[in-house]
């Protein structure tokens, strides 16, 4: 079946541009998480969604990341003013219960968007 | 000192060698260790995940935790070409809270 989807695949924006980023999960699967994986890095955590609402949002950097997941499927990740240090790839993942209901519930990632900010 | 600490690499390594990848950590109320392999231009998959301490076999992986010592590995049998990618260690408490990564060691297998 299909997998966990993203788009767009690259982003290129100037600073201070408003971005948003999509991210398709698995159909059923009523966990959603988003990172941020830097150059060499591995993922840093963002936010998780358990349905619509987010169960932890304490990965977010500051109040120009915001994200939403309205209908508990597809979810929007929404960065203000952009800055050069926000460029890295954004990875969504999603799982069928979620780690707040399952300690090791397995997540299951897209391939990202590259986000690059000049 | 990082929470989670992963030599960086890279590894490179002939085919059918024995592949060793460790993490180091120093958070004593991680209780979840997995490990997840990530192609180039990819994102993460989840190889194993281990609860507390001990030894987990799957196939050519094996996972090994040490909670005394704060050090986990991964060790890979018999490495073939296609398991050239970056290797990453993740960890988190009770209920997935605080999961971490750590940063990855890239791995090449020399055919």
């Known amino acids: 079946g299909a997998g966990v989807s993203q788009t767009p695949s690259n982003k290129v924006t100037e600073k201070g541009k408003y971005v948003e980023l999509r991210c398709d999960p698995i159909?059923?699967?009523?966990?959603l998480y988003w990172y941020r994986q830097s150059l060499g890095q591995g993922p840093e955590f963002l936010i998780y969604?358990?349905?619509?609402?987010?169960?932890?949002d304490s990965g977010l950097p500051n109040d120009r990341f915001f994200a939403v997941r309205p209908e508990g499927s597809v979810s929007t990740l929404k960065i203000q003013r952009t800055e050069r240090g926000d460029s890295a790839v954004y990875l969504c993942?999603?799982?069928?219960?979620?780690?707040?209901?399952?300690?090791?519930?397995?997540?299951?990632f897209g391939p990202g968007t590259r986000l690059t900010v000049l | 000192q990082k929470e989670v600490e992963q030599d960086p690499g890279p590894l490179s390594v002939p085919e059918g060698a024995i592949v060793s990848l460790n993490c180091t950590y120093s958070?004593?109320?991680?209780?979840?260790f997995m490990w997840y392999r990530q192609y180039s231009r990819k994102g993460p998959e989840l190889l194993m995940y281990?609860?507390?301490?001990g030894n987990k076999e799957d196939g050519r992986f094996t996972a090994q935790v040490d909670k005394s010592s704060k050090y986990i590995s991964l060790f890979i049998r018999d490495s073939q070409p296609s398991d050239s990618a970056t290797y990453l260690c993740?960890?988190?408490?009770?209920?997935?809270?605080?999961?971490?990564f750590g940063p990855g060691t890239r791995l090449s297998v020399l055919p």
């Open positions: 993942a999603s799982s069928l219960l979620g780690l707040a209901r399952h300690s090791t519930d397995t997540q299951y």
């Open positions: 159909s059923g699967h009523t966990a």
């Open positions: 969604f358990q349905g619509t609402g987010a169960a932890d």
């Open positions: 958070n004593s109320a991680f209780q979840y």
């Open positions: 281990t609860y507390s301490s």
């Open positions: 993740a960890m988190a408490n009770n209920y997935g809270q605080n999961f971490v």
